[in-house]
């Protein structure tokens, strides 16, 4: 999960501002995909998964979180100037996410993908 964090916020760097603005966070923009698990008024968890072959919707990172890889993940990630970059995480990894623009995932892996947001409110 730490290349997945440095890798998606290098592909966020060249989104705008407006289209963070126009894309909700993770939880609003896709209950398919993202489900709050805990939610206090410090913290929010949530539960992402992404099945094989399938692809989120157009979503933001807008606080920072701690993201722990549940399982072996590939994941394409492109942001809304339409650049795409792969990412791989590992089962059992975690890292910081900073706060992210306006961009998907499509988890182009062999199996379905699994990860923990903890996000700080």
Known sequence: MIRIS???????????????????????????????????????VIAATW???????DHAHPAPSVAYAVTDCSLKVTTPDGKSRDVNSKSGSANAVPTTQSHHAENIGA????VVFVERK
């Open 6 to 44: 440095a890798t998606i916020a290098a592909a966020l760097v060249t989104a705008t501002v407006a289209f963070a603005q126009s894309s909700p966070p993770t939880h609003q923009a896709d209950p398919s995909v993202y489900k709050i698990i805990f939610e206090d008024e410090n913290f929010r």
């Open 51 to 57: 099945k094989k072959g399938t692809r989120d919707k």
């Open 111 to 114: 199996s379905d993908c699994q």
